[in-house]
């Protein structure tokens, strides 16, 4: 706080700034703690901070320039000094709490590995059943993607099965009365071929209709297979053996594939059109799929290609990488109920619900604490803007606002089915979206510090790397960066580096347009300048 203060001193268009510590002179941590100081003494709030107004001294409006510049080259951050919060396991219901944790003690895994991924499974199983309509414009489903990092044998994909055992109950179910509905259409299907055979004057029956298996679960991230399966069902949760099959889409296609695209357009829950070409092109009208996964630290930090392309993608992810250790312990003797696991997920399924979807509304108060959060968020996003306009923090602060609401659903569905809440997402429940959120917005800070994500170098530092002591063309540089690099942020990186005499130009006359190719710049060749 102290350091963004100088930086906005610098910055903002003002003869004089006064910056007023609420800790330092009232003891208090912010302005809802101030106003009510002032409340239980009787004293007038907007008089008290005037007078503090006029007795702080002012800054100086422009604080030393080289002071200001090293703030805003941020050193790299090393991930151990982030603070990462608990994970708030009070948002759920006392059941549900009880299972998490018995289950991670029984398993010797995380906990906060099997609330991500219940989260996960439950927005892929509720679907298109039930939404959030938060504004008369914008509605909100419960799928999310989580990613649990961790190292090998740390128990990744058992917290994944601990949750996707209800699931697959539930998968098994559905396959078992689409086998039942098959064997009867047969013979329906026989009966009326031939009954329109001999009759074919008066017979006007319809032909049966086949029947279709509703889909909870698949383990294939392609579009050519999630496709299918959403349209007769009501959500999917894609959880892949290899998480990297998901993360890599379209790696190898320079930027030109589409899978990427599509699964954005599925995150949103936006009309999806696949158009095939050996069968009928697909329309999903309202397409919800949930991913979870796991992944190694290691694996993350080789692949670091994910970071530079800034679409938005990666973004979109809930990652858990917790930063205690769990000791292994043989622990034969405690009993975890699953009844109730079990029975949720049967109502989450909605398997035998006519009226739908559902629709869910916040209560007054939750749209206060959602306001409230979003006005802090977006003064968070401005600090950062101010620091590094590059900071890729500001894309994953974006993201969260449809997220936390999100969870905050997801979350509402427990409470809908075990303690016979109805469609008004409470204060509560939304207060305890917005802190799960923030354990994953600290979590992606992490996972960004960790594997080179968030970095001291902007883009343009980052280029400086690349171009060495060799003459290097732009078509190279987007090699360099695999296709990931837009052309404007490029062209701009290069000019500032040129003018800051970092690398030097030169032009190359070819058939056509003329070449320019670029190299760092050194001792030597500046002389030859």
């Known amino acids: ?76 951050i090393n991930a151990e000094e982030l603070e990462i919060p608990e994970y708030p396991f009070h948002v759920f219901p006392e059941d549900v709490r009880q299972f998490i944790q ?52 740390t128990g990744k994909s058992p917290a994944i ?94 930027g030109k594939g589409s899978e990427k ?52 993608f990666i973004d979109r992810i809930l990652w858990s990488y917790p930063s205690y250790e769990i000791y292994k312990v043989f622990k034969p003797n405690i009993h975890v109920e699953l009844e109730v696991m079990q029975s949720l997920f049967r109502g989450l399924s909605f398997d035998q619900v006519i009226d739908l979807p559902i629709k869910l509304t916040l209560s007054a108060e939750a749209l206060d604490a959602y306001g409230k959060w979003y006005s802090d968020k977006a003064s968070e996003e401005r600090r950062l803007k101010a620091v590094n306009k590059s900071d890729p923090m500001l894309s994953v602060l974006s993201k969260a606002e449809e997220q936390t609401l999100s969870i905050a659903l997801d979350l509402h569905m427990y409470k809908y089915f075990l303690d016979g809440e109805g469609t008004e997402v409470s204060a509560e429940t939304l207060q305890g979206a917005i802190a799960v959120m923030g354990y994953h917005i600290a979590n992606a800070r992490k996972v960004r510090a960790v594997t080179g994500g968030i970095r001291a170098q902007s883009h343009t530092n980052r280029i400086a790397e690349v171009i060495g002591e060799e003459w290097v063309t732009k078509t190279e540089l987007h090699k360099e960066f695999n296709n990931n690099l837009k052309s404007g942020v490029l062209d701009e990186s290069l000019e500032q580096l040129l003018l800051d005499k970092v690398i030097e130009e030169e032009k190359v006359h070819t058939p056509g347009a003329p070449q320019h190719r670029y190299r760092k710049l050194t001792k030597e060749s500046e002389l030859e300048v």
């Open 161 to 254: 099965n601990a949750i996707k055992q209800f699931v697959d109950v539930l998968q098994s179910e559905a396959f078992e009365e689409f086998y039942k509905d098959k064997e009867t259409y047969k013979r329906q299907l026989e009966d009326y071929r031939n009954t329109k055979k001999n009759d074919k004057e008066t017979y006007s029956l319809a032909e049966p209709i086949e029947p279709r298996v509703r889909h909870y679960l698949s383990t294939n991230p392609t579009i050519e297979s999630i496709a299918p399966m959403l349209e007769s069902s009501a959500g999917i949760t894609n959880s892949p053996d290899e998480i990297m099959t998901f993360l890599s889409f379209d790696q190898y296609k320079s």
């Open 261 to 312: 695209t599509e699964y954005m357009t599925m995150y949103d829950s936006k009309p999806l059109k696949v158009d095939r070409k050996n069968s009928d092109s697909i329309r999903v009208e309202t397409p919800v799929v949930s991913v979870i996964g796991g992944i190694q630290p290691d694996v993350l930090i080789k692949e670091k290609w994910l970071w530079e392309r800034a679409d938005g």
């Open 1 to 76: 706080g102290e350091e963004f203060k100088e930086v906005l001193a610098s910055s903002a268009h003002a003869e004089k700034i006064k910056v007023i510590s609420l800790m330092d002179k009232f003891g208090v941590k912010d302005v809802s703690d101030f106003h009510m100081q002032c409340l239980e003494n009787g004293e007038d709030f907007t008089f008290k901070l005037s007078m503090a107004e006029i007795e702080a001294e002012a800054l100086p409006p422009k604080p030393n320039t080289s002071e200001v510049e090293a703030f805003a080259e941020p050193l790299l």
């Open 102 to 153: 018995k289950q991670a003690d029984a398993m010797n895994t995380y906990p906060e590995w099997l609330a991500t991924s219940l989260l996960a499974f439950t927005g892929g199983t509720v679907g298109k059943n039930v939404y959030l309509q938060v504004t008369d414009t914008w509605k909100v489903y419960g799928g999310i993607w989580g990613i649990l990092v961790g190292d090998p044998s």
